[in-house]
């Protein structure tokens, strides 16, 4: 069998590893099958590109993976009409984020044949042997799949229970050359980064959170190693964001991977998503020096009420005691706000602003953005339950269609004193970051010419 797998463009002028995808390559290139990728993404190919090359080339398969973001759902849409329209079209499957939560409306808005539903990488060796041997699909657990306009959703399958035995991706198959050049905080200009992962899910139950995954499950240290050695070899990889929902999911776990990096002598730079609850000054320490330069902390909002209702876990007092140590110990930390969860008002907001202000060091540009109840959270099925909206059709076709707008109004403010209150608070941030940016770049400049800074490389 042949099989065409389709980044899509994000429009991106630099584009992220697409990771999801390269472990499903890497699965199918397993199992004996021809695997191509339509990197829609570094080329900026128009959607017709795509048919045209459905056109050009017999394949047997072709698949699309998309997250729950308004921009994917339609991509997502235009890719489909661009698969449909082929003469050739394929068996078309889609999976990811997106479609996992909501498959049968997937299925019917595409007019995909399957969708695969949650984790990929066990359920395509069935599912493809079933095709290449052109069984029925009834059996095969974690797909949807849609005879005319009859739509059968299969029970879910189990979550791998040890995901090193998962290859690692097929980054070969992908240009590593373009995928290098992600910016992420702190990277120098000679930097070349990649994103990877140290584990699958997370411990916690935030409101307005989709979670795939049920629980943690780490990957073990020595294959962990074992992969950032390959990517510093052959790619020339010296930055790794770890891209896991929470990597740290605990002390230990933190401290176990922290201290193997050292061991290790990766000499490397990293990022993480992280949690304030362990964010300990020791913790902290041992971080930075085996290469950690951010960590992107879900903070989510400012007010011990608001968090109680996100069933955040966390605590005013926590996050501010958290976010000192992390500045203390050298690591640049990544402020999530949001606004809008459950009775929020313009006093939580005002929170939040004044948090982000007292703290934020610079090294991004951080505003605030209203909470979305995406499908597949506690937050979109109470939106349901009380009439804020339909369905998935209302959610992505009515509801969902900026992620800077409001999708649906959980506050007792009107919908434009809301996105009054959202333009002034974001006004104040992002003018705060160009002072900052325009006060480093004249203290450069009285350093040049005062101090005659031969380092300086130019005003770029």
């Given at each position: ?27 199918l ?33 072709v ?39 909501e ?26 042997q ?5 069984r029925?699909?009834?059996?095969i ?45 702190h ?163 005002r929170?939040?602003v ?23 959270s506690?937050?979109?099925?109470h ?34 004193d ?43």
């Amino acid at each position: 069998m042949k099989i065409l797998l389709v980044v899509y463009d994000n429009d991106s002028y630099i584009s992220e590893f697409p990771i999801g995808l390269a472990y499903i390559a890497s699965i199918l290139l397993r199992e004996g099958y021809e695997v191509d990728v339509f990197n829609q993404d570094i080329h900026h190919y128009p959607d017709e590109e795509l048919t045209r090359r459905l056109d050009a080339e017999k394949y047997d398969v072709v698949g699309i993976s998309v997250i729950a973001g308004y921009y994917q759902y339609r991509k997502l849409l235009k890719l489909s009409e661009a698969v449909n329209r082929s003469k050739n079209r394929p068996v078309y499957i889609i999976g990811g984020h997106g479609p996992s939560p909501e498959p049968e409306y997937f299925l019917k808005k595409t007019q995909a044949d399957i969708a695969v539903i949650g984790e990929g990488e066990e359920t395509v060796v069935e599912l493809f042997q079933a095709l290449a041997q052109k069984r029925g699909l009834a059996g095969i657990l974690g797909i949807a799949y849609r005879e005319g306009d009859t739509v059968t959703v299969n029970q879910r399958r189990p979550l791998i229970v040890d995901i090193d035995t998962i290859p690692l991706p097929a980054y070969h198959k992908f240009p590593m050359e373009c995928y290098r050049l992600a910016r992420y905080p702190h990277s120098s200009r000679s930097d070349f980064g990649i994103s990877m992962l140290s584990g699958r899910g997370c411990t916690f139950l935030c409101n307005f959170c989709y979670r795939m995954d049920k629980g943690f499950r780490p990957r073990k240290v020595e294959p962990l190693i074992e992969e950032i050695k390959m990517l510093k070899k052959d790619f020339g990889i010296t930055y790794i964001a770890f891209y896991d929902e929470l990597l740290m999911s605990s002390v230990e776990r933190t401290e176990e991977l922290s201290e193997a990096f050292l061991k290790a002598n990766l000499n490397i730079k990293w990022n993480c998503n992280g949690r304030l609850n362990y964010a300990e000054p020791e913790l902290l320490k041992l971080m930075k020096k085996s290469g950690c330069v951010f960590i992107n902390y879900g903070i989510e909002a400012m007010d011990d009420e608001t968090l109680k209702v996100m069933k955040k876990g966390l605590t005013t007092k926590q996050i501010i005691k958290g976010i000192e140590a992390t500045l203390a110990a050298g690591i640049s930390p990544g402020f999530n706000i949001i606004f809008g969860n459950i009775n929020e008002d313009r006093e939580t907001l005002r929170k939040g602003v004044e948090f982000l202000l007292k703290y934020d060091d610079g090294a991004q540009l951080r505003t605030i953005r209203p909470v979305t109840p995406y499908p597949g959270s506690p937050l979109y099925y109470h939106a349901i339950k009380e009439g804020f909206m339909k369905n998935c059709e209302d959610f992505y076709e009515n509801k969902h269609i900026n992620s800077d707008l409001l999708a649906i109004n959980f506050t007792k403010l009107s919908d434009d004193d809301f996105h009054m209150a959202l333009m002034e608070a974001n006004s104040t941030l992002v003018k705060n970051y160009y002072e900052k940016m325009t006060i480093n770049i004249l203290e450069q400049t009285k350093n040049l010419y005062v101090k005659k800074d031969a380092t300086f490389r130019g005003f770029r």
